[in-house]
């Protein structure tokens, strides 16, 4: 729910956001499934470097979906492509750290954070307020505030 002139407003989900995560879980069965047969220490330090960086992609569109509601084509267009990005780091997720595949999958999450701060940059500011991306950055460091430590 978001406050707005004093209101609670409900948001409801698109069939596109839905979508959205889905991709993300079935990204993340992708990047479990060499579990399966290399259960031990180095696979689970692979595994929980490869979920930490799909989970920080959910989050960051997340986060920026809920706070900023916007709904327009050019939005929708740059969540397919985010997707498909989803969809590259999923695909090269099954081989180890050093291999050829990690670069793809590297490659996929640059292409995801880059779409996402383009559109950070596109939204404009309300009339005398802070932009978008400042919104969206204050935000982050009030959820992660030790990570805007160490950017002291």
Known sequence: MNAHRGRDIERKVSWLELFFDLVF?????????????DYSAAGLVRFAILFILIWWAWTGHAVFSTRFHT???VQRLLTLLQMFGVAVMAAN??????????AGFAAAYAALRLIRGSRSRSISAPPGGPSATARH???MRRIYPSASACSR
């Open 93 to 102: 997720a099954r081989d180890a750290l050093d291999s050829r595949s990690s």
């Open 137 to 139: 950055f204050h935000l």
């Open 25 to 37: 879980a079935a990204a993340v069965s992708q990047v479990a499934l060499p579990l399966r047969d």
């Open 71 to 73: 709904d327009d084509g």
